[in-house]
């Protein structure tokens, strides 16, 4: 019988365990979450400036090695991400695409003219940044017309900079949020043995040495729920990394060791959260009375 009820006694504590580990990890994989968020905030904002581009219409009597030679010229700007020719037959295609019919057929010829895309670099992509590159390519002789979306450029800047400072908000109260809840997991665990820590208070225990295995136990909780998190955020990038890897998040050695800093965070995040809520949780049953305990 004894045995039976110690057995019933461990799968409990057992799951006990398993449960604020599963706690621990899934609270700290959110902060890893929004810590990656965090510091892949520029290269996302980044990306999406980098979609916007500059069309620029060319005048129809230059010939090809005209074409060619201001394409190396955009090329060689220090504004230029990447370019790319369409031809006034490519753009004629393009539109009968999507409007389903051939407007050459009623107009007899091809109105439309070549046109090169411009994708600058988004450190260019400002409503001041764009403005400056069309004035200057308009002096350009090759240049018939210079077009981009403006109301988008501004809009893009304006919500590129609101969504940093929310990102940077909604980071700080996470964290403190994350630390509550891995706090009342702690204190919950500690809770389950308050009768066991008034009674070694009772037989003479001094509170450090009630207080260590508690710590201890609680230690091995934050470091497993770590180790657990961190697997899970490592899978998340490595598929991040495969399927989007245009967000850049392994793309030069300082990604990688901004990850790093991460990871190790949030290792030492488990376990100093868990050392302190343990340390403060023991100390609280220490100094109640035992009457107390029941409530």
Do not use: C, H
Request: charged share 20%; no cysteine; glycine share 4%.
């Amino acid at each position: 019988m004894s045995t039976s009820f110690e057995k019933y006694q461990k799968r409990r504590l057992r799951s006990s365990y398993f449960s604020v580990i599963m706690s621990i990890a899934f609270v700290l994989f959110l902060i890893g979450l929004l810590g990656l968020l965090v510091l892949n905030t520029k290269n996302i904002s980044d990306y999406f400036k980098e979609q916007a581009s500059i069309t620029i219409f060319l005048n129809d009597d230059i010939d090809k090695t005209q074409v060619t030679t201001f394409q190396n010229s955009l090329n060689n700007k220090n504004y230029t991400k990447s370019i790319a020719y369409i031809s006034k037959e490519e753009a004629a295609e393009i539109v009968k695409k999507e409007n389903g019919e051939d407007f050459m057929e009623f107009l007899g010829y091809n109105p439309l003219k070549n046109s090169i895309e411009l994708f600058l670099k988004a450190e260019f992509v400002t409503p001041e940044g764009m403005e400056e590159i069309e004035n200057t390519l308009l002096k350009n002789s090759y240049v018939f017309e210079v077009s981009y979306n403006k109301p988008l450029i501004n809009l893009l800047t304006q919500n590129v900079k609101r969504i940093s400072l929310w990102v940077l908000f909604f980071s700080a109260l996470f964290a403190l949020i994350a630390m509550l809840l891995i706090n009342n997991s702690i204190r919950l665990s500690v809770y389950a043995k308050r009768f066991t820590i008034k009674t070694m208070q009772m037989v003479g225990a001094t509170k450090r040495f009630i207080r260590k295995p508690f710590i201890m136990s609680s230690i091995k909780l934050g470091f497993f729920g770590a180790v657990v998190a961190l697997i899970g955020l490592a899978v998340t990038i490595y598929y991040l990394n495969n399927y989007f890897p245009e967000l850049g998040l392994l793309e030069n050695n300082n990604d990688k060791l901004l990850l790093g800093a991460l990871f190790g965070g949030i290792f030492l995040i488990g376990i100093i959260i868990t050392w302190l809520s343990a340390f403060f949780a023991t100390q609280r049953f220490l100094n109640l009375k035992t009457d107390e305990l029941y409530y």
